[in-house]
């Protein structure tokens, strides 16, 4: 499917030369203080006094949480909260199975909830009693409700709604059916190439005690191992916790994209329709910037490097070579891939335009 053609948002910055390695927390405080300042600083006092809601949309695996975290981090996360609609739909069934918290649940769905199934059938539904019904729209809109309301006064970005076409009629509205205060919102989109996803998911690899999720080809670990026989690269996990074991492929992450096709079609239609929707505000952040136009846009060190690896059969050690990643965007064009940092600077300066700052 072609890409969404969004327009490309210059990171590059007159006066700023200094070169800052993203990776890193410190160095990436300094990096969008030098890019961003203004604006950041801006946002931090607009939201010790006020709030906004926006929505996230775009493909599955396209970074959304990630962006998200580097908003807050430059801005203070004290005034700003991440929601996921597929977190808490996920988490409902042990929500209902402690009596307490199910009481208190059900308390607050005879406050707010309007729709056609009782709330017993609700809690059937999330306990898996009930197997033939989907959760109805109502009911999950009652749950980030729920979520809200326990919140202090906070700005909010929403990952997961709307999920499906069918639900687009809700989200035009969301604002007022949740209850929400009468601020800003609007809606952040997300476009990326397919072959980004796809790389990321069939390199991608996770440590088997703490979880840690990284990539073979994107996102090294320092210690990399080398098997003589298989003659395979395999990452060590950097927690020293974990003792050295070895990192692994998640199963059916070979697959690539292809494992998870049908959502993404899904995404892509669901993104299709809200761009042409009136009345509200848009921010519109890539992942991806032509090779062509790069140097005039971004600078060097703001491009995702690409890993590939040597073995040194006469020092006994892996050599590590490093490289632009480069990829067909979905019309076939190259392409670089962004580190999350820039994509999130493109995040922070078009909120601050939006809310006029």
């Known amino acids: 499917m072609k890409g969404f053609d969004f327009p490309i948002f210059k990171t590059k910055t007159q006066g700023v030369e200094e070169k800052f390695l993203l990776e890193d927390p410190i160095e990436r405080k300094k990096y969008f203080e030098a890019k961003a300042g203004p604006e950041a600083q801006a946002l931090k006092g607009w939201l010790k006094n006020n709030t906004f809601l926006a929505i996230l949309l775009g493909k599955k ?109 809700y989200s035009l509205f969301f604002r007022a059916l949740i209850g929400y205060r009468d601020d800003p919102d609007f809606m952040v989109f997300i476009d990326l190439p397919e072959a980004v996803i796809d790389e990321r998911m069939k390199y991608r690899v996770v440590c088997p005690i703490c979880h840690t999720p990284r990539n073979l080809k994107l996102l090294r670990t320092k210690e990399i191992k080398y098997n003589s026989e298989s003659k395979n690269f395999s990452l060590i996990c950097d927690n020293a916790s974990c003792k050295g074991v070895i990192m692994i492929p998640k199963e059916g992450d070979e697959l690539g994209i292809e494992a998870i096709r049908d959502r993404i079609e899904i995404d892509d239609k669901v993104m299709s329709t809200l761009l042409g929707l009136e009345g509200i505000d848009k921010v519109y952040l890539r992942n991806s910037v032509p090779v062509v136009k790069a140097k005039e846009h971004v600078d060097d060190y703001e491009l995702t490097p690409a890993y590939s690896y040597e073995w040194d059969e006469k020092n006994h050690k892996t050599k590590v070579i490093e490289d632009n990643w480069t990829v067909k965007d979905d019309s076939g064009e190259d392409v670089y891939s962004l580190l999350p940092a820039a994509v999130a600077l493109a995040l922070i300066k078009q909120t601050a335009k939006i809310l006029n700052l």
Do not use: C, W
């Open 61 to 169: 695996n396209s970074g959304k949480g990630t962006y998200t975290k580097l908003f807050m981090e430059a801005v203070g996360a004290e005034h700003v909260a991440h929601i996921s609609v597929g977190d808490i739909v996920r988490s409902a069934d042990q929500l209902v199975r402690d009596e307490k918290s199910r009481a208190e649940f059900v308390d607050f769905l005879k406050k707010r909830y309007r729709g056609f199934i009782s709330i017993d059938q609700i809690v059937d539904i999330i306990m898996g009693r009930d197997t033939k019904t989907l959760l109805p729209t109502e009911v999950i809109l009652s749950l980030v409700e729920r979520e809200i309301s326990k919140l202090e006064r906070k700005a909010i970005f929403l990952d997961g709604f709307p999920r499906n076409l069918d639900q687009i009629s």
